[in-house]
């Protein structure tokens, strides 16, 4: 049997990315069935990082630092990581914390805030705001010296779901366009950030460079609302009326709205089952709208199917 670390130590960094990708996705599915049970605090946020990245010590990486957080960058200097895009020339710039106590007090400050029993009874547009908000301050902190993204889907996923939403992470990460936005967004909000603590003059000079070329593009909490849709509509979407109603019975009055359309359609139209169709339909769409933004009631369309 070969010496894994030695083995490690001999790839190119191609194949090593490839072999760390392979270790941490079968943790990153495991979380998924098998979630960290926390407050959504920084304990919670090390044991995520420390479970995804467990396996990578004995493989060779002997750089990674599994549930650790990274140690302080020192006085007068920035921890600055240099970006490509696939789909834009030139180099950009992203600037995180020093990672001192300053930052690790944010970090908790941020925290205060993952809340899930509070963040249940937000509708969808406000509770996008204050996620995108909590991911970019820890993004900000980035407290790890590596996986810190990988680390904050997972967390931010599992925040989502304990709280009423699911965020499909990869909506926004398919394809080169995909992750170059998500890039994008989640650089724009950092370095928003970053900009008032930085401490060297060059640093600034690039971080004002990226912002200049980046300005226009979608920022992140604009971004998340193609991503985030609360568990409830999912479920009208994708699961059985019964199933449906067994996992989220505040589901009872979208429901009875459909069963009302459909009586009275089959009764405005009687034969035409296109025609019937057609306008329960139209119905679904609404229902599915108002359940997306958050509403669980109210979903009468008054007379305006009828036209």
Same mark, same amino acid.
């Given at each position: ?19 760390? +990708?392979? @270790?941490?996705?079968? *943790?990153?599915?495991?979380?998924? &069935? #098998? ?16 479970r ?14 599994? %549930? ?7 006085? %007068? ?7 490509s $895009?696939?789909?834009?020339?030139g ?14 007090? *944010? &970090?908790?400050?941020? &925290?205060?805030?993952?809340?899930p029993d509070?963040?249940? !009874?937000?509708k ?8 995108? #908000?909590? @991911?970019?301050?820890?993004? @900000? ?17 599992? &925040?989502?779901? =304990? !709280? ?8 926004? /990460?398919? %394809?080169?366009? %995909?992750?170059?936005?998500l890039?994008? +967004? *989640? ?14 003059? /060059? ?5 004002l460079?990226?912002?200049d070329? $980046?300005?226009? #593009? ?6 998340l609302?193609? +991503? ?12 059985s =009326? ?32 296109? +025609? ?6 139209s ?10 933004a ?5 979903f009468?369309?008054?007379? =305006?199917?009828?036209?």
């Open positions: 049997m070969p010496n894994t670390l030695t083995a490690a130590n001999a790839l190119t960094a191609e194949l090593r990315r490839q072999l760390e +990708a392979d @270790y941490t996705f079968k *943790r990153v599915v495991e979380l998924e &069935l #098998n979630p960290v049970r926390g407050n959504f605090d920084a304990a919670h946020l090390k044991e995520v990082h420390r995804i990245f467990q396996d990578l010590p004995g493989a060779g990486f002997g750089d990674v630092t599994p %549930g650790e957080f990274r140690k302080p960058v020192p006085d %007068g200097l920035d921890w600055v990581k240099q970006r $895009l696939s789909t834009v020339d180099s950009f710039y992203v600037a995180y914390s020093r990672m001192d106590e300053t930052a690790k007090a *944010r &970090l908790d400050k941020a &925290l205060e805030g993952a809340k509070e963040l249940r !009874s937000l969808t547009p406000e509770f996008t705001a204050r996620l995108a #908000n909590i @991911y970019a301050e820890l993004d @900000y902190v980035h407290p790890f010296s590596d996986g810190n993204s990988r680390t904050l889907r997972t967390f931010t996923r599992q &925040l989502a779901k =304990e !709280s009423g939403y699911e965020v499909d992470w990869a909506r926004l /990460n398919h %394809g080169d366009v %995909g992750r170059d936005l890039y994008i +967004a *989640r650089d724009l909000s950092v370095n928003a950030l970053a900009k008032p603590h930085l401490q060297h003059e /060059n640093t600034l000079r690039n971080i460079y990226t912002q070329r $980046l300005e226009g #593009n979608r920022a992140l909490p604009d971004l609302r193609d +991503a985030i849709r609360p568990s409830r509509a999912v479920a009208f979407e994708q699961l =009326e019964r199933e449906a109603l067994t996992a989220h019975p505040e589901l009872k009055e979208a429901y009875l709205t459909m069963h009302t359309a459909a009586s009275y359609f089959a009764s405005k139209t009687p034969g035409d089952l296109d +025609a019937q169709e057609a306008r329960i339909q119905v679904m769409n609404h229902v599915q709208d108002r359940l997306n958050g509403e669980t009631a109210d009468d369309l008054g007379r =305006e199917s009828d036209s």
